[in-house]
């Protein structure tokens, strides 16, 4: 059999015409407006912008969405901080901010950085407002643009990043989140939670918001203080990532030593670990490093939390993650309280050994570093081997939407040729869209022999790209490669159309004999089948785009529904996925018996993780995030959804506040005791508030006289919760 290198070369000129024809430029110029940007030099890129992440006292800071109150709120704190916030932006509005009255407002950002010549602006715009305020500060050329809103659509995302691209003046932080902010400089461009912070030597950069504000104060109370702190967002595409992060941290000479905060989802945590490894090959005396990634005990087919938070097919595991970044030469820690005491010895005490023990993990801290690592067991262990996005969760997967576009479809393809597998997805690392052409359809890439092929979201896929596509598929019959090629037009027409996050369909071609009759040898035979599609709910819930495919009459169509406590989960602004087996008669059911209520995916994803671990071995029945607008009647319907697995013997409260306020969670936690009848139920409750406002939170609830363990540590908590669930089953 011919490969597609040895094809005739009159097939390799088809395959030019096919590629090359009218048709897909047509396409591409109806649906695209293509902008560009302003560069220096055309050997600049987009790198080059790397070096605006160094914020500091000098660092001068507008904000967008300037008079609203979050943005005013946000700016009081960071004014009275020593931020150097010098001015904002509201459209249609001149004159001074109605609040901070000795700051002036802009109406565009262009007149901003002619009168205030700002370094860095911080967006403070509902979701769907949020990329054109993006693109108005590239265009104007802000050096730092930091993006702070979640559930912005991943398409409105691409776009950005396909600008950020076409020029070398503007670098983005986020979106999705917390923002960037130096310590030793006292500038913050985000809404971490201050009082936590102390100015010291130690770098970080986290996907999680939650789990950043966990580091932090875990070093200011081992005494460590921290330099420069960057979220990277959880996000499918980040504007920063671990990478662009490290290479500041090398160069930073107020950074001494470095921690990364990673999750399921995405290479990034693999790209950092080449980086260390390089790093520490090429650098006498490395800086140190230490890692974390959430997201152990994800449940295959789930998005938990943040829109990137899944693993994609052919990516690693969080296990595999943190194994991965410690052959590279990072310290790993299992939950953020450990980063304090593990630092401190990195920084404090390099020439001597430390053994830390955190539950069932053994790390010394020398030339050498060692770890017993048991992998969890029973049905834990099967929750580790997630591929991405299934048919529920926060994505929409759909087999029965718009599949006219495509042409026939066949129910299987027994007795046909070899199958192949085409998709169309997002690569996290390039920013971009990319076809995936697999020679089969197997789960391995190496062994589907996959290519990708990336191209621009603005331009779309080039006739080059189609051609390589098509040689790599090797279909020889050319009605059939006309077919495909059309299909490839028409996933990628669908894919900007509607939105989509991944677009999936396999297909084969029947194997003929050459038959006397002309019109029967070029009949097309390609058979197109098992389309899995997954769209993007952002665009509906931040932009009400596409109804017709998001609403439940469209989802009802193809797609698994969700189960109706998830809906209502849903509906109220929280991510509720339940754990564990789902067949009540499984001897492991019973099993999974913590209730946990948390602020923040990075942090939901890590409890669940922690609470698995050696010495505790407990089972969280379900990962909840309340979200990081949280309110107290949000928390007395976190309560409820808890209350309602029979399974829970115990609720884990683990709160640590940024946005979220640790009063206001406290006085949720006792509107759930008044309304739900908890003590009445017998049923324990086990709380870790941190963060913003945490004094007066934990003497709201010591105040209450109630039934409440409160905790600050995480081990002691997770220990009680698993006590309590074991003597309470």
């Known amino acids: 059999m011919q490969t597609a290198l040895e094809l005739p070369q009159s097939r390799n000129r088809m395959v030019s015409m096919l590629t090359g024809c009218s048709r897909p430029l047509r396409l591409r110029t109806r649906i695209l407006g293509v902008a560009s940007f302003s560069t220096s030099s055309s050997r600049h890129s987009y790198k080059d912008t790397i070096k605006n992440l160094k914020v500091g006292a000098d660092t001068r800071v507008i904000f967008q969405g300037f008079t609203g109150r979050q943005a005013t709120a946000n700016a009081q704190e960071s ?8 001015g904002g932006v509201t459209p249609g509005r001149e004159g001074t901010h109605p609040i901070l009255r000795e700051l002036p407002v802009l109406p565009t950002v262009k007149a901003a950085m002619e009168v205030l010549k700002p370094d860095a602006t911080g967006i403070y715009v509902a979701a769907h407002q949020a990329a054109a305020a993006i693109e108005e500060a590239i265009e104007a050329e802000v050096p730092l643009i930091v993006a702070v809103a979640e559930h912005i659509p991943v398409h409105d995302m691409l776009k950005i990043h396909s600008m950020l691209k076409s020029q070398s003046k503007s670098r983005l932080v986020g979106a999705n989140a917390p923002g960037i902010i130096s310590a030793i400089g006292r500038c913050r461009i985000g809404f971490q939670p201050l009082p936590v912070f ?3 030597h130690v770098g970080i950069v986290a996907k999680s918001g939650t789990l950043s504000y966990e580091t932090v104060a875990s070093l200011t109370r081992a005494g460590v203080g921290q330099s420069l702190c960057i979220g990277m967002g959880g996000d499918m595409v ?15 000479p107020d950074t001494h030593g470095i921690i990364i905060v990673g999750e399921v989802g995405g290479q990034a945590e693999e790209e950092a670990a080449a980086w260390i490894e390089n790093y520490r090959i090429r650098t006498p005396q ?17 998005v938990m939390g943040h829109s990137g938070a899944w693993a994609g097919w052919g990516e690693n595991s969080a296990e595999q993650k943190h194994q991965i970044l410690e052959r590279a030469g990072a310290v790993m820690v299992d939950h953020p309280s450990q980063f304090g005491e593990v630092m401190q010895q990195l920084l404090f005490k390099p020439d001597k050994s430390l053994t830390l023990v955190s539950g069932h993990r053994h790390v010394q801290l020398s030339q050498t570093i060692t770890s017993d690592r048991p992998l969890p067991s029973g049905n834990l262990h099967e929750l580790e081997r997630a591929q991405g996005p299934g048919d529920v969760g926060d994505f929409l997967v759909s087999q029965g939407i718009l599949l006219d576009d495509f042409g026939p479809w066949a129910e299987s393809t027994d007795g046909i040729g070899a199958p192949r597998k085409i998709a169309l997805a997002i690569d996290r690392s390039k920013r971009t869209p990319h076809f995936r052409i697999c020679q089969s359809t197997d789960d391995n890439p190496k062994v589907a022999r996959a290519k990708y092929i990336p191209f621009d979201f603005r331009s779309g896929p080039t006739a080059s790209g189609i051609a390589e596509a098509l040689e790599h598929l090797d279909i020889k019959q050319l009605p059939s490669l006309v077919a495909t090629r059309n299909l490839l037009l028409s996933l990628f027409y669908l894919f900007k159309k509607y939105e989509a996050i991944i677009l999936e369909v396999r297909i084969a071609v029947e194997e003929k004999i050459p038959d006397l009759d002309p019109e029967e040898n070029f009949k097309n035979d390609l058979i197109i089948y098992d389309p899995q599609f997954v769209f993007d709910p952002a665009a509906f819930k931040s932009g009400n785009r596409h109804p017709e495919i998001h609403v439940p009459e469209a989802k009802a169509q193809g797609s698994v529904p969700l189960p109706e406590v998830e809906v209502a989960a849903k509906e109220d602004g929280i991510v509720y996925v339940k754990l564990g087996p789902s067949d009540s008669s499984d001897p492991e059911f019973s099993s999974y018996n913590i209730g946990t209520l948390v602020n923040g995916a990075g942090l939901a994803m890590n409890t669940v993780d922690a609470l698995a671990l050696a010495p505790h071995h407990g089972r969280a029945a379900n990962f909840l995030d309340t979200g990081g607008k949280a309110t107290a009647e949000t928390v007395k319907k976190s309560f409820a959804l808890l209350l309602a697995d029979p399974r829970v013997k115990v609720i884990f409260v683990n709160i640590f506040g940024g946005l979220t306020l640790g009063d206001m969670i406290a006085r949720g936690i006792l509107l759930a005791f008044r309304e739900l009848g908890l003590e009445e139920r017998g049923m324990p409750v086990v709380v870790r508030i941190r963060g913003t406002n945490e004094a007066e939170g934990q003497r709201i609830l010591a105040d209450s006289g109630l039934k409440i363990f409160a905790f600050d540590g995480f081990d002691e908590a997770a220990a009680k919760c698993v006590e309590l669930a074991r003597s309470n089953s």
């Open 286 to 302: 490395p800086k140190p490093i230490a890692a974390l990634v959430a997201g152990k005990l994800i449940k295959p087919g789930y």
């Open 79 to 86: 004014l009275a901080w020593g931020t150097q916030i010098v």
């Open 238 to 252: 980040a504007g920063t990532d671990f990478v662009d992060a490290l290479n500041v941290f090398e160069h930073d």
């Open 198 to 200: 102390s100015p010291g």
